[in-house]
């Protein structure tokens, strides 16, 4: 078999990717009208050329105009709905899913936020045997922080109605990790983990801080940690595993290109590294274009590919009873697939 056929059909799992960044343009177009917002862009060719990033500040202005398109829960469970029903056209069997719960504030209560969710998540796995949980984040640019440690607790009640872990995202340029130190000490000393977005924008500085500040069990990107060795030799030494995006850094300019992305050199390095498409319509990807790209470009063998599977699964923050069923799955569909 092909290695892209391969690839297409293999079993997946993914870490870093956005519930409200996996919104296909067809149904943010739908919900804008339902809900009467009006967007820059009034089809779905217009939303891709709106889509092509000039920086991370223009995407955050998209992002947030995705999210001021949903305003019920029905709006999420419809989303959420669509997300998995993409999950399993994918084959991914298993996701950690970020969202914004404090963007949907105003028009939906955090509960309302999880109940539809729910609804979507407990369908999907009935109709596809697709697995998802959610890692709600905080934007870094929220104040007052009171705000940012309400979702914190909220997150850990929710810890078996859904919800993994708790995350941190939005502009990384001035708004260091350690601003957030007290709302994941919340989490910290209840045991839950955290998942920050880091070393994207910014460099080694954030990741430290999202380590020692944050106590991150993976780094969201993580990419820029080449520019300190002693960064690199510290995640060799710990294995905090990475979730790179391939396509989001270079539709983002943290890289130039494909060809130049640091993902050889992070591996070359002993890093732990997990495959992820991040908000796949936005970059003009998914999970499975992501693992076919870094393949072609960068000559990656099936047995590599399996590694980032296999990685991705390890480092999920399922039961390890969880995990065993999954890797077993995987393996026995591995096997077939290159019968
Ligand atoms: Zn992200």
Known sequence: MHIHDFIRRMPKVELHVHLEGSIQPATLLHLAERNHVSLPAQTVEDLRTWYQFSDFNHFIEVYLAICSCIRSADDLELIATEFIKDRAAQNIRYSEVIYTPFTHLPHIPLDDQLSAINQARQKGFAKYGVRISMA????????????????????????????????????????????????????????FPAT????????????WGAIRSLNAVRIGHGVRCLEDASLVEYLKKTQIPLEVCPSSNVCLKVVPSLAEHPLPRLLEAGLFVTINSDDPPMFNTDLTQEYLRITDQFNFSVTQIKQFVFNAIQVSLQSEAEKQVLKKEFTDQFDILQK
């Open 136 to 191: 709600p984040d905080i934007s870094r640019e929220m104040r007052p922080i009171e705000d940012s440690q309400m979702i914190a607790r909220w997150a850990i009640k929710n810890r078996d109605n859904g919800i993994s872990s708790l995350g941190l995202g939005g502009p990384e340029v001035d708004n260091p990790p350690e601003l957030f130190t007290e709302t994941f000490k919340i989490a910290r000393e209840a045991g």
């Open 196 to 207: 920050p977005h880091a070393g994207e924008t910014m460099g080694p500085v954030s990741i």
